[in-house]
């Protein structure tokens, strides 16, 4: 009998919203396209701080869909909040939804002792790969049918191919009783080259027999929401559009939710953040740890007079004020944030 493992992990919800424009948009005046591309910046800028968000383009890739919305949130509400406004703006007038999955982080059942297993599975941090290679996937259910020391055998097989190909990072969620299909799989590289013999390599492992479903596949290029937009044609965005607005903070909580020893995950953004009260004083740094990816919101504060941070995976020490770590395992600093109060805000900047 398997062993399952505690449901009391935090989990992030995840979504890959694909988006197809109307030709009409087309035969609009240049004027118009660039005030509708302009108001959806604007509208997507407002989601900041409430969940991390990665633009794609599709053009060039599939005839099928042209945008992808990368989006992860700590509830189904954000994700329906978003949509919701997409389809409010006058672009949205012009916009369908050939696909969408749905999914949610979660620690695998299987074991893979003797592999780095520092990454935190239940935390979606993306990289700043260049492309992202994503498909739904189903497997064929005499899979489940087979013991688990067989599974887990195939499993291992199945990873030690995938480390073979160390420049292509893979993001599993799973999707069972949430969406039509069990995992969306999400594969971040900056070589399209090595994903193809990595995908074909995979075809001839053992748990590759047991696939029921891996299609379809979508080629997706990491850039901007402007620069996405302008992929689609007509008028271009202004550079301006494509910074922060203002004197570039964000409110990304509520300091009442905050108190002193309190930690937590915000986005910035398309990055995750993770904020902290020490004694009154707030500080924010990338919440993603450079040594096991762990989340660092996760983690406690060992020493309030210097601001040093504990990571929750292995143990190493950050200077909260500096990013720069104090105690191995990390050798590499953290990004540390400008952090400030309106009121009852929090602006991360």
């Known amino acids: 009998m398997t062993e399952r493992k505690s449901h009391k992990e935090k989990r992030q919800l995840v979504r890959f919203l694909f988006l197809k424009l109307q030709p009409a948009w087309r035969s609009l005046d240049a004027a118009e396209q660039l005030e509708q591309k302009e108001e959806f910046v604007r509208t997507l800028k407002q989601f900041q701080g409430r969940l991390l968000l990665r633009p794609y383009s599709l053009m060039g890739t599939r005839g099928d869909c042209d945008l992808m919305l990368w989006q992860v949130a700590e509830d189904l509400e954000t994700l329906q909040a978003v949509e919701t406004a997409i389809f409010s703006t006058r672009l949205g007038r012009y916009l369908e939804t050939p696909y969408s999955y749905l999914g949610m982080t979660k620690r695998s059942i299987y074991e893979f002792p003797e592999l780095d297993s520092g990454e935190d599975r239940t935390i979606i941090s993306p ?3 260049r492309y992202l290679f994503v498909y739904p996937f189903v497997k064929k259910r005499e899979w489940y049918s087979l013991p688990f020391e067989k599974r887990q055998q195939a499993m291992n097989q199945h990873v030690l191919i995938g480390r073979k190909y160390p420049s292509i990072r893979i993001n599993t969620t799973y999707s069972f009783g949430l969406d039509d299909q069990e995992f969306v799989v999400a594969f971040e590289g900056d070589d399209p080259a090595e994903f193809l013999d990595l995908v074909m390599e995979l075809r001839e492992s053992e748990a590759s027999a047991y696939t029921e479903r891996d299609v379809p596949v979508f080629t997706c290029l990491q850039m901007s929401l402007a620069e996405a937009l302008d992929t689609l044609g007509g008028a271009s965005v202004p550079v301006a559009e494509l910074g922060t607005e203002g004197d570039g903070f964000v409110a990304v909580a509520k300091a009442s939710e905050l108190p002193p020893g309190a930690s937590k995950r915000v986005y910035l953004g398309t990055e995750a953040v993770a904020v902290f009260n020490v004694g009154g004083n707030y500080y924010a740094v990338s919440d993603r740890c450079t040594h096991g990816r762990a989340s660092l919101s996760e983690g406690r504060i060992v020493d309030c007079d ?32 400008r952090v400030k109060l309106r009121g009852d805000q929090i602006l991360v900047g």
């Open 306 to 337: 210097s601001c040093i941070l504990e990571c929750p995976w292995h143990g190493g020490r950050f200077d909260l004020k500096s990013g720069k770590p104090v105690a191995g395992p990390p050798v590499v600093a953290l990004r540390t944030y």
């Open 127 to 129: 990289s700043d790969s």
